[in-house]
């Protein structure tokens, strides 16, 4: 599997401000995916990142709330708008690592608190 | 919707061996799969089954019966580093998303 980095690992923010997390693959993937773990919960599946594309979102979640980008095989950006304090969570980008299992591979996350 | 169930936490001693039930119901089938995932950290991949049966790595084992939507991962000779989450997770079609449970806390003791 490529190796995942992301950046910030973690930030405080106030309400109403944005925050764009960056996700860089040390080699080229197909697909990246991003997902939400809310305090306490399991991940939940925010969209699919699409290279050159406009990126495919998940029931509940809307492109005005969470703009991503993909602007190449290794990069992508998903951006938190218009803060609340139930956005804290941590934000987790992956990607599909092949072979017989296909299983998704996480990078370390963005701890997101809203206040 | 997809609906994964799996209990919230569970207690046991080092050395001894665990079992953590996952039952689904989803729209679809395209593998199960079992992460770990430690305190403040991403979770990382133990196993995955798409056949029913028994799948074994190590310590770890995964069993999977498709027809009863269930599986199970079978943590034995318990560490204290096994302390952790275990999230189950069901992919339900070719396009590799997953819909994960909410996680099963397991705490080793001494």
């Known amino acids: 599997s490529a190796v995942i980095s992301q950046k910030p690992s973690r930030d405080i923010c106030q309400r109403g401000t944005s925050l764009t997390i960056q996700c860089q693959v040390d080699?080229?993937?197909?697909?990246m995916f991003w997902y939400r773990q809310q305090p306490g919960q399991s991940l939940t599946l925010i969209a699919t990142a699409n290279q050159g594309s406009e990126a495919t979102y998940e029931s509940g979640f809307v492109i005005d709330k969470f703009p991503i980008s993909r602007p190449n095989l290794t990069f992508s950006t998903l951006t938190v708008s218009n803060m609340s304090p139930e956005d804290s969570s941590i934000y987790l980008c992956?990607?599909?690592?092949?072979?017989?299992?296909?299983?998704?591979?996480f990078g370390p996350g963005t701890r997101l608190t809203v206040l | 919707g997809q609906n994964i169930d799996q209990p919230t936490e569970m207690t046991a001693t080092e050395g001894a061996i665990v079992q953590i039930n996952c039952t689904y119901q989803?729209?679809?089938?395209?593998?199960l799969f079992w992460y770990q995932q430690h305190a403040g950290e991403a979770p990382t991949f133990l196993s995955y089954n798409v056949l029913d049966g028994l799948e074994e790595k190590g310590r770890f084992s995964s069993f999977l019966s498709r027809s009863k939507g269930y599986s199970y991962l079978l943590l034995k000779e318990l560490q204290m580093k096994d302390s952790a989450s275990y999230l189950c997770?069901?992919?339900?079609?070719?396009?590799?998303?997953?819909?994960f449970g909410a996680g099963t806390t397991v705490t080793v003791r001494a």
């Open positions: 992956s990607h599909p690592v092949g072979g017989r299992s296909n299983e998704q591979f």
């Open positions: 997770a069901v992919r339900v079609s070719n396009d590799y998303k997953l819909s």
């Open positions: 989803t729209s679809g089938f395209n593998g």
């Open positions: 080699s080229q993937v197909t697909m």
